[in-house]
């Protein structure tokens, strides 16, 4: 293939610095023209491989990197983030693909693992449009052991309602932080995910401060399509609005103005009327101090304060997950996920004198 002068100019502030630029000189020494590359998730790390020369390797917590040759190719093999990129080095006319599958033998393919995930809607009062994101989600069925049995009992009933039969509900979440509120969200977002899309508003008392605002959020068209015969079909939207009980106080028109008539108006009022709109609040406030407009009869579709796991339930729950503690007080989900990964929850920081500063709502 005639003369062929390359040069590496590679600054290796790093070991994987280092393996590349061994990489590519071993292939400047052989004169080879084109480098072949793959990508594949494993949980594989790297390790020498039989028959083949190892130049490089190297380990460090973040990942793995491995330089070696095969049939006299060099090869450069990254580890990181459960997966692998393959850098073969070869001739214009080599044939690399029996490499590629020796390498896979040795980093063998993870099995797909099915991932639940949710489209989500963003808003803020600053941005012309929602920012829609992916999150992941978790089937009722998978989550459910996370409830103490009565907010179990509930939000099951809940998680299998079908489309409503009109527009205008309100759901009431309340509850002391880290029972799970947010964690419920996401599962109803998964479970309500072929007739409901969920707009989360990120600034509460914007929203329910500026009408255009309000307007923007609320009469905005979803497009979904029916998969029967591909025509467009509107689905139903669950607008949420987290910690919202300051808001919603019994003192609360005279501290947020008009907000909490709005949003009565978006629940079952002429606004609502024929809106395809559903509006969940979660607090940590005790419900007796909302404004009793709230939680009356006809408009509030559904409620529930989510309860702590009892000793026993929450002992229970620790056992499934090989942590044999005594539990003697009532706790949080988040508590018992500390005390399963051993770190002190939040209650037992308080009582040694340290103020917990992760909330799971």
């Known amino acids: 293939m005639g003369d062929l002068e390359l040069v590496v100019g590679l600054e290796c502030h790093s070991n994987a610095d280092l393996a590349e630029a061994m990489f590519y000189r071993a292939i400047a020494a052989r004169g080879l023209a084109c480098i072949r590359e793959a990508s594949w998730e494993t949980k594989a790390r790297a ?63 993870s099995e797909p693992v099915e991932r639940h995930v949710v489209l989500v809607s963003f808003w803020s009062a600053g941005a012309k449009d929602c920012r829609a994101r992916k999150l992941r989600a978790w089937p009722w069925s998978e989550i459910a052991d996370n409830y103490a049995a009565h907010t179990r009992a509930r939000l099951g009933q809940l998680m299998r309602e079908p489309a409503p039969g009109h527009g205008g509900q309100l759901l009431l979440w309340s509850g ?34 500026d009408s255009k605002y309000l307007l923007r959020v609320i009469l905005g068209e979803d497009e979904a399509v029916n998969d029967e015969d591909g025509t467009p079909a509107e689905m139903w939207r669950l607008l949420v609005l987290e910690d919202t009980g300051e808001l919603f106080a019994s003192d609360a028109r005279e501290r947020v103005g008009q907000g909490l008539s709005r949003l009565l108006n978006v629940v ?6 024929g809106l395809r709109i559903l509006v969940l609040l979660t607090t940590n406030e005790d419900v007796g101090r909302l404004h009793t407009a709230l939680s009356r009869p006809g408009r509030c579709a559904f409620r529930h304060e989510f309860e702590r796991l009892c000793a026993e339930e929450a002992r229970v729950w620790l056992g499934r997950r090989g942590v044999d503690l005594a539990v003697d007080k009532p706790r949080t989900l988040a508590e018992v996920f500390a005390l399963a990964e051993g770190r002190p929850s939040q209650a037992d920081e308080r009582a040694i004198g340290f103020v917990a500063t992760r909330v799971a709502s």
């Open 47 to 109: 390790a020498p491989i039989d028959d083949a020369e190892t130049l490089l390797l190297v380990r460090t917590p973040y990942g793995d990197s491995l330089v070696l040759t095969i049939e006299g190719r060099p090869v450069h093999l990254s580890f990181q983030h459960g997966s692998v990129h393959v850098q073969v080095g070869h001739g214009l006319a080599d044939d690399v693909d029996a490499i590629l599958r020796r390498l896979e033998r040795a980093a063998p393919r």
């Open 176 to 209: 002391p932080p880290g029972t799970g509120k947010t964690h419920a969200l996401r599962s109803l977002a998964w479970e309500w995910r072929d007739w409901c899309c969920v707009h989360y508003i990120t600034d509460p008392d914007a929203f329910l401060g």
């Open 268 to 273: 079952d009022g002429l606004i609502g009327q």
